[in-house]
T-cell receptor
Framework: RKEVEQDPGPFNVPEGATVAFNCTYS??????FFWYRQDCRKEPKLLMS???SGNEDGRFTAQLNRASQYISLLIRDSKLSDSATYLC???????????FGAGTRLFVKA | NAGVMQNPRHLVRRRGQEARLRCSPM?????VYWYRQLPEEGLKFMVY????????ESGMPKERFSAEFPKEGPSILRIQQVVRGDSAAYFC????????????FGPGTRLTVL
């Protein structure tokens, strides 16, 4: 079993749609959680950290369920520019040993 | 404040040659991480370094691969006697000492082995 698992997609949605990505992790000792975004042939960029209480940044909402070892990302009112691969990232031991999921690809169409 | 810099951006080598990939972290960042990404796959952690120290190299192949982060100059990922399976994008990331969780990535080096 992979340490971090994501649905690979792709998700094809129209502009304005709401889309949700899920991620599960296997190591209960994991301490920090993030969503990154990666455009085709570009480097990953930090989208947002994920906190136990849940957090929101504009159209993006991240949730963490430690008991279920589950992380989610919700994108509301999808834009064409949201098309990218979204990477679920889990970190333990205070900083290094970062594990990236394989990513979920999103295509937003007009 | 310049971001993480990597060079070269593209590198072509023939089987058996050596590849040297360089990474300059963001100003003020003392932690460097190297990752490899194969086509259509996620990033795989390779090594974590601080200045003059390798902290965690559990993701590095046992042979042909080495990394350093000298006191002066960029971090270097060195691949000796490259094989076709080494073809990938190699990303470097850096983080500040007080927030090691937040990693900022460079543009990557795309290595092609002929």
């Amino acid at each position: 079993r992979k340490e971090v698992e994501q649905d690979p997609g792709p998700f094809n949605v129209p502009e304005g749609a709401t889309v949700a990505f899920n991620c599960t992790y296997s190591n209960s000792a994991s301490q920090s959680f993030f969503w990154y975004r990666q455009d085709c042939r570009k480097e990953p960029k930090l989208l947002m950290s994920v906190y136990s209480s849940g957090n929101e940044d504009g159209r993006f909402t991240a949730q963490l369920n430690r008991a279920s070892q589950y992380i989610s990302l919700l994108i509301r009112d999808s834009k064409l520019s949201d098309s990218a691969t979204y990477l679920c990232v889990v970190n333990k031991n205070g900083g290094f040993k970062t594990i990236f999921g394989a990513g979920t690809r999103l295509f937003v169409k007009a | 404040n310049a971001g993480v810099m990597q060079n070269p951006r593209h590198l072509v080598r023939r089987r058996g040659q050596e590849a040297r990939l360089r990474c300059s972290p963001m100003k003020g960042h003392s932690h460097v991480y190297w990752y490899r990404q194969l086509p259509e796959e996620g990033l795989k952690f390779m090594v974590y370094l601080q200045k003059e120290n390798i902290i965690d190299e559990s993701g590095m192949p046992k042979e042909r691969f080495s990394a350093e982060f000298p006191k002066e100059g960029p971090s270097i990922l060195r691949i000796q006697q490259v094989v076709r399976g080494d073809s990938a994008a190699y990303f470097c990331a850096s983080s500040p000492p007080e927030r090691r969780n937040e990693q900022f990535f460079g543009p990557g080096t795309r290595l092609t082995v002929l």
